[in-house]
């Protein structure tokens, strides 16, 4: 079961979110349907603690076993979608790919879980004039903490 709740036009959210960054690239998803990207991740299953929440999401959507160097940063994000108010702590943990299974590409390629989104590596030039979401993630890319970094965001 998915850590998430639902009541009337209320969510409540936990995601977990992971940060790969190789060759001065990042990786990232979307739905094929939207015009802003992500961070690859989920959510965790009532039980499961974040860090391994994240390995798990990255092997089902990648089929690639990645490695925790650390979390970043927590973040209480407050949002609207599908004419919902949300109410989300995302968990966004730094990944290393220590056995090099992710080849940097220049290709799109498609979740292995899920056939409407797809993953790319972006140039971190190139990121930071894309359309992400939750915008203000850029900023723990941008400067990749050494400490633990809480941030609040509201977007409603």
């Known amino acids: 079961m998915d850590i998430q709740f639902k009541h009337d036009k209320k969510v409540f959210n936990c995601r977990v979110a992971g940060i790969c960054i190789k060759d001065n690239k990042i990786l990232l998803s979307k739905m094929k349907t939207d015009n802003y990207w992500t961070f690859m991740g989920g959510k965790p299953m009532f039980g499961e603690p974040t860090e391994k929440a994240v390995i798990r999401e990255f092997k089902e959507e990648t089929g ?29 943990y730094l990944l290393k790919d220590t056995n090099d299974f992710l080849k940097v590409s220049q290709e799109e390629h498609t979740i292995l879980d899920h056939k409407d989104v797809i993953y790319k590596w972006l140039g971190l030039d190139d990121f930071m004039k894309e359309d992400i979401k939750p915008y203000c993630a850029k900023e723990i890319i941008k400067d990749l903490p050494g400490q633990i970094v809480h941030i609040v965001n509201s977007d409603i």
């Open 64 to 92: 690639v076993d990645l490695e925790v160097d650390r979390l970043l940063s927590v973040m209480e994000n407050f949002f609207e979608m599908y004419g919902c108010q949300w109410h989300e702590y995302i968990f966004f």
